[in-house]
């Protein structure tokens, strides 16, 4: 929840190119409703994922050109959510900015930690041994994490530690990613009006 007297966090992007038109609300002091449709079945259900276990409300509506595949999409939603939570999260103040998790589905293991530090990088280390789940390429999912955490100014570490099961390892890794969002961008009430850096900046 936002702190005393404080407004809710919220950020709403647009994005609209020849490939995709994207629009994402995020509530970030939110209890994890989501609404959304991307046209690939698959990847609502992990973004669902993503904002039940960061307690994040998010409503994404998005259309692509879906005809050719779903790379555009994927990436294009990974563009405008990183962009709306950089806007909602705002300047930084008072929140915890580190966040880590270590979570475990069925025979899977992912950990994940990240840094709203604006230096935005990626370390993807998780291993698929098919190449779509649903209608969706496995392949895309590092394309959506690259894109988000991009927009976002995030560093993110996102390992797979163990799993047999596809399907096990990357809601895995968005369950984990979410838990790790949801740490970073609490509020710290030992420093609510503190910037998280000796920088004075991030």
């Known amino acids: 929840m936002p702190k005393d007297g404080a407004t809710e966090r919220l950020g709403t992007i647009t994005r609209k190119t020849k490939e995709t038109s994207v629009s994402v609300t995020v509530n970030l002091d939110g209890s994890g409703v989501y609404d959304g449709s991307t046209g690939i079945g698959f990847f609502d259900h992990m973004l669902e994922q993503l904002s039940k276990h960061a307690l994040i409300d998010l409503t994404i509506k998005a259309e692509g050109d879906l005809h050719i595949d779903g790379h555009h999409t994927a990436e294009d939603v990974g563009i405008t959510l990183g962009q709306a939570i950089k806007e909602a999260v705002g300047d930084k103040k008072g929140i915890r900015r580190y966040g880590h998790f270590d979570l475990v589905m069925d025979e899977a293991r992912s950990s994940v930690a990240l840094d709203l530090s604006n230096r935005p990088y990626l370390i993807w280390d998780v291993d698929f041994t098919v190449d779509r789940l649903g209608?969706?390429?496995?392949?895309?999912?590092?394309?959506?994490?690259?894109?988000?955490?991009?927009?976002?100014?995030?560093?993110?570490?996102?390992?797979?530690?163990?799993?047999?099961?596809?399907?096990?390892?990357?809601?895995?890794?968005f369950k984990a990613f979410a838990k790790a969002l949801r740490m970073a961008l609490e509020t710290d009430p030992r420093a609510a009006n503190a910037l998280p850096s000796t920088k004075g900046a991030l």
């Open 135 to 173: 209608e969706m390429d496995t392949e895309l999912f590092q394309e959506f994490f690259n894109a988000l955490v991009h927009a976002g100014g995030i560093t993110a570490h996102v390992t797979q530690l163990a799993g047999v099961n596809n399907h096990h390892i990357i809601e895995a890794s």
